[in-house]
């Protein structure tokens, strides 16, 4: 079956240290976004991709990057310079100019 | 001021009964989007709508595009919708979605 798949669900890490989240779509769909959710909070997009080798920052990139070399693969590095890395992280995708996303499960991230 | 707003941020109901939550924006959009994300932290896309009403077994989503409002109606609700219901906004201009803060609703059996 189509969908994506982010991975790992959890992960723990110790602050200082860079980490890499995974997101994998088989759907053939042309963007990919990152978003952040916080406690009690919207979710707000960290960066965004329409087409491989290119990506926008979104309203919250500041100590995050990203990469897109293949179309399938986005994943998301949470740097040491993010100030407050703990938080539930979203992957999803969509055909660029259709209305109509794929959500993955998430990955809850906890920096001790 | 957010660009989409809920309400209620939370709603409690008894089972069985009839469910409203709203959604206004203040953005031109191509498309709304209605989410359900359950304490696990998924997310499931309910309904899209860009016009007119759609339903999906006891959901109904509605949207009035002129007044900028959109609602999500759960009728004879069940323990198990008991979730985080989303509103999420396409503008116009491409397809990065705006949120909502989102309705937390609990159904008591």
């Known amino acids: 079956d189509g969908g994506i798949t982010q991975s790992p669900k959890y992960l723990f890490r110790k602050e200082g240290q860079n980490v890499t989240l995974s997101c994998e779509q088989n759907?053939?769909?042309?963007?990919m976004y990152w978003y952040r959710q916080d406690p009690g909070q919207g979710l707000r997009l960290i960066y965004y991709s329409q087409i491989v080798n290119d990506f926008q920052k979104g309203d919250i990139a500041e100590g995050y990057s990203v990469s897109r070399e293949k179309k399938e693969s986005f994943p998301l590095t949470v740097t040491s310079a993010q100030k407050n890395p703990t938080a539930f992280y979203l992957c999803?995708?969509?055909?660029?100019?259709?209305?109509?996303?794929?959500f993955g499960s998430g990955t809850r991230l906890t920096v001790v | 001021k957010n660009e989409v707003e809920q309400s209620p941020q939370n709603l409690t109901a008894q089972e069985g009964e009839f469910i409203t939550i709203n959604c206004s924006y203040s953005?031109?959009?191509?498309?709304l989007h209605w989410l359900q994300q359950h304490p696990g932290g998924g997310i499931v896309s309910l309904f899209m709508l860009s016009s007119g009403k759609k339903k999906h077994g006891r959901l109904i989503a509605t949207i009035n595009i002129q007044e900028k409002h959109s609602s999500l109606h759960i009728t004879a609700s069940h323990p198990r919708d008991s979730a985080v219901y989303i509103c999420?906004?396409?503008?116009?201009?491409?397809?990065?979605?705006?949120f909502g803060g989102g309705t937390r609703v609990l159904v008591k059996p």
């Open positions: 999420a906004v396409a503008k116009a201009a491409g397809n990065k979605l705006t």
């Open positions: 759907l053939n769909h042309d963007a």
């Open positions: 999803a995708s969509s055909l660029t100019g259709i209305p109509g996303y794929t």
């Open positions: 953005v031109g959009i191509s498309a």
